[in-house]
């Protein structure tokens, strides 16, 4: 699968993003991420740039949903990797017991 220009400017600020906690001994968490991205989204002039910051906190709102939801229902993530997306399966779907 390929990625558009907008997806990889998206992986790129969350990436810098990352490093950026990295080399500066922060402990990462999806939370600091976010709140490093928008103290980034604010001071970004560019429109892109400021559109991939905002598509990139989107996302890790939505990852971090997912997480709360599964953690809530016993549920399980699963990579849907058509869409590059995290879906939810309930644990009833999940989870079936393997023959050897």
Do not use: C, W
């Not at 906690?21 to 928008?38: F, N």
């Amino acid at each position: 699968m390929s990625k558009n220009d907008n997806e990889k400017l998206i992986d790129t600020v969350i990436g810098e993003a990352i490093i950026d906690m990295i080399e500066s001994g922060k402990d990462i968490s999806l939370d600091a991420l976010t709140e490093l991205l928008r103290e980034n989204l604010g001071s970004e002039a560019e429109g892109k740039k400021q559109d991939a910051y905002r598509a990139a906190i989107t996302g890790i709102h939505s990852i971090r949903d997912d997480v709360r939801r599964s953690k809530r229902t016993g549920g399980r993530l699963k990579m849907n990797n058509e869409r590059s997306k995290l879906s939810f399966n309930s644990a009833s779907t999940a989870s079936k017991p393997t023959r050897h």
